[in-house]
Each structure stands twice: as structure tokens, then as C-alpha cells.
């Protein structure tokens, strides 16, 4: 099958490389006319997943080149998803999304986003534990494919699955990119934890008191309750809680030991997740206090002490509130 991959961060390489090694005939799409120029040269992604050896079969092209293919996927960030479909030309029968975020300023999921651009759409979003630079050398990982349309998602799954790298599908789609965007959020709260100390209870009831409030947001959406205890939900949000990969982690473990966002040389995709997480709260009535904190830690320069004090002393209520 003919495959462009349009982004070439380290999870876009990573699904490339992948593709080409399960025998599809995959373009890889860059931003830059000069890091395209790198990678044909070193046949490894330097700046994004250095180490990583490129297969022949895979081609390079960039954004002003997209080749027309069966299938678009997607690797692009959630925040420039909408400049990029605005930008560039493109022709496919369905489109693969990598990104996990909501959309700041309409405070869309990505299949929103896509739908606005794109008539017709055979569209799915891939999700779950999957660090790139585990994929990158053949770690055993299991993701699911999510779709509207069950056979899209089933030709998605025949695609992508490897014998390193099973997919499973879901057409919940709605909560399979809720649990995938908000769970970075958590994730820096569990990162302040480790610079904190690196408690080992007070992180599991970060991560389980996460998955509440991730899953009472969905559900108000619309999504499933059960799909929050697979691969999108649970899965993804452990992963990213505590593998050194995690640059949300990271990003909580540097609050956590008192520097400002300002000091930090990288990006957290959470900390604009937690923005559109608090105002979709906001239109939903739905109670978020985990995203609350990670604001006021990054946002509003208040004490990791001081939050702590603040979710441990909310009124008391049952585990399962508000989560039909």
C-alpha cells in the first residue's frame, strides 16, 4: 500500500520505518526542505530519533512534495494540525492521525479538526503506550486504531500490525483521543511527584485519581467508560506517568523540583492540553482539580507543597463520583 507520513518527529519516523518494514511503499514528508536534505544523507533522523538507521525502501520528500497515497498519516503536533491542513496538498483515500491533544482555541479533539478540511473522511486516530524510541528498535507494543468506520479501522490495523507491534481497534473514537490527549496532563502531575521525592503511593493515586478525572470528562463527550481501561486510557497514561521518555513526566519532575517553565529547554504537549482540558472542564461542568493543579503549578507559579495541600483537602466524596 502507498503511505505518506506527513511530520517527521521522532513518532512519525518511528511509524515510517515501521510501515517500510512491514513492506508498504512509505514517503516520509518533512517540514523542511533541509532536515529532508539530512535524513537522505545519513538515512537516520538526526535532530528527532538519532541512532535510528532509516530502511532504503523508504522515501523522502517534504511538505511542498506530499506524493498522493491510499493512506495520509498524520504525525504532526495537535496545536499545528489545523496550519498544516491549511498549508498543504494532499491526496489520499484515508487519513491516520498520531497527534493526542485537543485544540486550544476551539477546544476540538483532532478528528474535529481533520473533519473541517477534509470531505468524506475515512479517518482514524492511532493511540496508546508507544514511545518512539521503543517502536524505533522493535520493543513489543500494542496500540489501538480508532474509527467511526469499522473496516477503515480494520484496514488501519492490518497495516500497521507487526509481530512486534500489535494494534487493536476501537470505535469509540471520541474516548480514545480524550484518553490519549489528557493523560499528558496527568503525566506532569505525576512528574512533579518524582522531583518531589519520587513517592510511590502518592504517584498511584495520581494516576488512578487521573484516570477519574479523565474519564469523567469523556463520558460527558459522550465516550465509553470502558475505554478508559484500555490501551488509550490506563495504558497510555501509565507509560506516561513514569517512563523516562516522557517529556511531560520530565516536565513535572523539573516543577517539581522548583524551575519555572521559562527554564526549561523543551516543550510538554500537556501544557497546552491542560489549557483547552480546563476550559472544556469549564462548558462541560465537570471537575478536574488533577488539571487544576498542573495549571497553577505551571501557569501561576504556586508551590508544589501548596498544591498538594489544596487537592488533599477538597471535600471528601465518593471514588466512582459522577462517572456513569
Same mark, same amino acid.
Given at each position: 500500500m502507498k503511505i505518506s507520513v506527513i511530520g517527521a518527529g521522532a513518532w512519525a519516523t518511528a511509524i515510517s520505518r515501521l510501515l517500510a518494514m512491514n513492506g508498504h511503499e512509505v514517503t516520509l514528508c518533512t517540514r523542511k526542505i533541509s532536515d529532508m536534505e539530512m535524513m537522505r544523507r545519513y538515512r537516520q533522523n538526526k535532530k528527532h530519533l538519532p541512532g535510528v538507521r532509516l530502511p532504503e525502501s523508504l522515501s523522502l520528500s517534504h511538505f511542498g512534495e506530499i506524493p498522493n497515497s491510499d493512506i495520509a498519516v498524520f504525525g504532526i503536533p495537535a496545536q499545528h494540525v489545523r496550519e498544516v491542513l491549511r498549508s498543504v496538498k494532499f491526496k489520499s483515500y484515508g487519513i491516520v492521525n498520531l497527534a493526542k491533544g485537543v485544540e486550544i482555541k476551539s477546544l476540538k479533539r483532532m478528528e474535529e479538526v481533520f473533519?473541517?478540511?477534509?470531505?468524506?473522511?475515512?479517518?482514524?486516530?492511532?493511540?496508546?503506550?508507544?514511545?518512539?524510541?521503543?517502536?524505533?528498535?522493535?520493543?513489543?507494543?500494542?496500540?489501538?486504531?480508532?474509527?467511526?468506520?469499522?473496516?477503515?479501522?480494520?484496514?488501519?490495523?492490518?497495516?500497521?500490525?507487526?509481530?512486534?507491534?500489535?494494534? =487493536?481497534?476501537?470505535?469509540?473514537?471520541? /474516548?480514545?483521543? %480524550? #484518553?490519549?490527549? *489528557?493523560?499528558?496532563v496527568v503525566a506532569i502531575a505525576a512528574g512533579v511527584v518524582d522531583g518531589l521525592g519520587g513517592w510511590d503511593n502518592s504517584k498511584a493515586a495520581i494516576i488512578t485519581r487521573g484516570l477519574a478525572e479523565i474519564a469523567r470528562m469523556g463520558v460527558k463527550l459522550g465516550a465509553k467508560p470502558t475505554t478508559f481501561m484500555g490501551l488509550s486510557g490506563l495504558g497510555d497514561l501509565v507509560v506516561t506517568?513514569?517512563?523516562? =521518555?516522557?517529556?511531560?513526566?520530565?516536565? /513535572?519532575?523539573? %516543577? #517539581?523540583?522548583? *524551575?519555572?517553565?521559562?527554564?526549561?529547554?523543551?516543550?510538554?504537549?500537556g501544557l497546552h492540553t491542560v489549557i483547552a482540558e480546563l476550559n472544556l472542564a469549564k462548558k462541560l461542568s465537570a471537575n478536574v482539580p488533577i488539571a487544576k493543579a498542573v495549571y497553577s503549578l505551571a501557569y501561576e507559579a504556586t508551590s508544589p507543597e501548596h498544591a498538594i495541600v489544596e487537592l488533599m483537602n477538597r471535600p471528601l466524596k465518593e471514588e466512582w463520583e459522577n462517572i456513569e
Open positions: 473533519s473541517e478540511y477534509v470531505e468524506k473522511l475515512n479517518y482514524a486516530s492511532l493511540s496508546g503506550p508507544s514511545h518512539a524510541e521503543e517502536v524505533a528498535v522493535d520493543i513489543l507494543t500494542s496500540v489501538v486504531a480508532a474509527s467511526r468506520n469499522r473496516d477503515f479501522s480494520k484496514i488501519v490495523q492490518k497495516i500497521f500490525s507487526s509481530p512486534n507491534f500489535r494494534v =487493536y481497534t476501537n470505535e469509540d473514537l471520541t /474516548g480514545v483521543e %480524550i #484518553g490519549g490527549a *489528557l493523560k499528558n506517568c513514569t517512563s523516562k =521518555y516522557s517529556r511531560n513526566r520530565k516536565m /513535572g519532575e523539573l %516543577i #517539581g523540583r522548583g *524551575l519555572n517553565i521559562e527554564e526549561k529547554t523543551f516543550v510538554a504537549e
